[in-house]
T-cell receptor
Framework: GAGVSQSPRYKVAKRGQDVALRCDPI?????LFWYQQALGQGPEFLTY????????KSGLPSDRFFAERPEGSVSTLKIQRTQQEDSAVYLC??????????????FGPGTRLLVL | DAKTTQPPSMDCAEGRAANLPCNHS???????VYWYRQIHSQGPQYIIH???NNETNEMASLIITEDRKSSTLILPHATLRDTAVYYC?????????????FGKGTTLSVSS
């Protein structure tokens, strides 16, 4: 079946520009996560949705970062007034079971953002 | 979640077993050990997880020491496609909806 998809795969933005990154999770998956991965580092948590509810946004680095999942499926991560330090790979992951004893997160291929 | 310690890199010959170690000396009794890997330009991929018993699936085996302070991921017959960064992560039981905490992982290079 189809996995998690993300678009665009690559984005070049000029400093100060706004960008929007899209995530299509696996159909029916309740949980959705966004991670940021800097070069040479492991992914770091940004925010978590359970259906349409954003339950944890503690990892968002500043108020320039905003995420939404209005209908509980597709999610968009928006970065306003991009800065060079925002350059990273942005990963989306989804998982199927709410309140499970354990869960497997399925990751998309990521969006590589380069801010010039 | 408990911290984990992994060697930064390892090499393995194609067809041989790759044994990737992980130390998690502060692991709690209700924490599972998870392994993910990330192939270049892809998102992380789940491999296996376990609590205290050894586990095996179609991808790998996981050996957890009796005191649970360390574990080893075993790829029995490594191929070139197994070249990736391997992450060892510990997570609390019944922690659905909680983010994975990745370290820097181990970069495994498989060569012919």
């Amino acid at each position: 079946g189809a996995g998690v998809s993300q678009s665009p795969r690559y984005k070049v933005a000029k400093r100060g520009q706004d960008v929007a990154l899209r995530c299509d999770p696996i159909s029916g998956h309740v949980s959705l996560f966004w991670y940021q991965q800097a070069l040479g580092q492991g992914p770091e948590f940004l925010t978590y949705f359970q259906n349409e509810a954003q339950l944890d946004k503690s990892g968002l680095p500043s108020d320039r970062f905003f995420a939404e999942r209005p209908e509980g499926s597709v999610s968009t991560l928006k970065i306003q007034r991009t800065q060079q330090e925002d350059s990273a790979v942005y990963l989306c992951a989804s998982s199927p079971i709410e309140g499970a004893l354990y869960e497997t997160q399925y990751f998309g291929p990521g969006t590589r953002l380069l801010v010039l | 979640d408990a911290k984990t310690t992994q060697p930064p890199s390892m090499d393995c010959a194609e067809g041989r077993a790759a044994n990737l170690p992980c130390n998690h000396s502060t692991i709690s009794g209700n924490e599972y050990v998870y392994w993910y890997r990330q192939i270049h330009s892809q998102g992380p991929q789940y491999i296996i997880h376990g609590l205290k018993n050894n586990e095996t699936n179609e991808m790998a085996s996981l050996i957890i020491t009796e005191d649970r302070k360390s574990s080893t991921l075993i790829l029995p017959h490594a191929t070139l496609r197994d070249t990736a960064v391997y992450y060892c992560i510990v997570r609390t039981l019944n922690q659905a909806g909680t983010a994975l905490i990745f370290g820097k992982g181990t970069t495994l290079s498989v060569s012919s």
